[in-house]
T-cell receptor, first 112, second 114 residues
């Protein structure tokens, strides 16, 4: 079983839709949860960062962590064609390695 | 401020040849990381430099891979001899501090071994 599972997609939605991207994980030691956005031919760019459980909002983006279910989500409201990219979840533990464990990434396509 | 740069952007070599990838971190970033993404798989950690010292090289797959960071500035990753399974995208990232600091990624070098 992989430590972090993420559906690669692609996920295709119309402009303006609410997008839900998700990851599950198996390592209960993970405490820091990150979402990266990667455009084609570019490197991953940190989008949001959450510690432990709860929600965090930044503009149209909301990150949600449910540690009891080992499940994290990224919601994008009013999606735009410019949001089309690959979204990768990543996580690290608090006491162990600070090196992130990545999911495979979900390819998102927002069509006009 | 310039971001992390990597050279070349794409390299195609034959099995058995040698390839050297270069990474220039953001100026002033002491921490430099190498990652690799094999097609269809996750991004995997290779190693971490703090200045010119290797802090963690637990992700290096075997002794065909050699990373250096002379003078604590740019870093090189040499693969010698290259094998087919080495194909993938090699990312470099840098951060100012270590644990917990945001890592800024370069665009990657796409390596194809034929």
């Amino acid at each position: 079983q992989k430590e972090v599972e993420q559906d690669p997609g692609p996920l295709s939605v119309p402009e303006g839709a609410i997008v839900s991207l998700n990851c599950t994980y198996s390592n209960s030691a993970f405490q820091y949860f990150m979402w990266y956005r990667q455009y084609s031919r570019k490197g991953p760019e940190l989008l949001m960062y959450t510690y432990s459980s709860g929600n965090k909002e930044d503009g149209r983006f909301t990150a949600q962590v449910d540690k009891s279910s080992k499940y994290i989500s990224l919601f994008i409201r009013d999606s735009q064609p410019s949001d089309s990219a690959t979204y990768l979840c990543a996580m690290t533990s608090s006491g162990g390695s600070y090196i992130p464990t990545f999911g495979r990434g979900t390819s998102l396509i927002v069509h006009p | 401020e310039a971001g992390v740069t990597q050279f070349p952007s794409h390299s195609v070599i034959e099995k058995g040849q040698t390839v050297t990838l270069r990474c220039d971190p953001i100026s002033g970033h002491d921490n430099l990381y190498w990652y690799r993404r094999v097609m269809g798989k996750e991004i995997k950690f290779l190693l971490h430099f703090v200045k010119e010292s290797k802090q963690d090289e637990s992700g290096m797959p075997n002794n065909r891979f050699l990373a250096e960071r002379t003078g604590g500035t740019y870093s090189t990753l040499k693969v010698q001899p290259a094998e087919l399974e080495d194909s993938g995208v090699y990312f470099c990232a840098s951060s100012q501090g270590g644990r917990g600091d945001t890592q800024y990624f370069g665009p990657g070098t796409r390596l194809t071994v034929l």
